[in-house]
């Protein structure tokens, strides 16, 4: 369902018979809004995970590492410590999966001691100095560093990666209409003349100099 902004407020596309969006408060209406913004990053994760496979030339390699990490970060981003949204659970999401939680964990350990932060052997560097044969005046010809990154993107993976997502995003979709089945029921029973009178829904524009400021919760 699409939602516009006309003369100061939001309009909602495709029902053309309400008249007012109110505003929702509480830990269900908090749930509910953070429920939307993990399923927004998981489909995201999707679209890159479906995009690398537009790329599949050998001179395409950077774009693919970075459709391949990002895809690992907005997946990890549902599952963190945050105090702005409430996360979510692997333990609930993959209840009963042993090895979907040891897949689960290998990524954030992926995500976090390799591609956000440098902590494991999955990439390494070696240090050394070339020497010559003593023949010269100078005995050492070069400082040199010798590097390797394992390829995290294979095809076991990608598979074990985009099966997490859409499993996440299913569980997250189900989740979300609960809470939603719920939420309207409970407004059901609230007199009309109370629920009109309620206060709609207020709109602030995202901007970008808001980077270090917590966001709200509704």
């Known amino acids: 369902m699409e939602i516009s902004v006309k003369d100061g407020g939001f309009h909602i596309d495709g029902v053309p018979d309400a008249i007012k969006l109110i505003k929702l408060n509480g830990h269900k209406a908090r749930r509910v809004a953070d429920l939307a913004l993990h399923r927004s990053d998981l489909e995201f994760a999707k679209e890159c995970l479906t995009r690398i496979n537009m790329f599949l030339n050998p001179s395409d390699a950077v774009v693919r590492q970075a459709l391949w990490k990002t895809a690992i970060c907005q997946y990890m981003k549902c599952f963190g410590n945050s105090v702005s949204r409430g996360q979510l659970s692997a333990e609930k ?25 440098d902590e494991n052997d999955v990439a390494q560097c070696w240090p050394g100095a070339a020497i010559n044969d003593g023949k010269k005046t100078y005995k050492v010809e070069k400082i040199i560093s010798f590097s390797l990154t394992a390829d995290t993107l294979i095809e076991e993976s990608y598979s074990n990666l985009d099966k997490l997502v859409g499993t996440s995003i299913s569980w997250v979709k189900d989740e979300f209409e609960r809470l939603c089945t719920e939420l309207t029921t409970e407004l059901e029973a609230v007199p009309y003349h109370e629920l009109i009178n309620r206060p709609s829904v207020a709109h602030r524009k995202p901007e970008i100099d808001g980077a270090g400021v917590k966001r709200e919760k509704p």
């Open 93 to 117: 999401i993959l209840k009963g999966d042993s090895l979907g939680l040891d897949i689960h964990q290998y990524f954030k350990d992926l995500r976090n001691k390799h591609i956000i932060h």
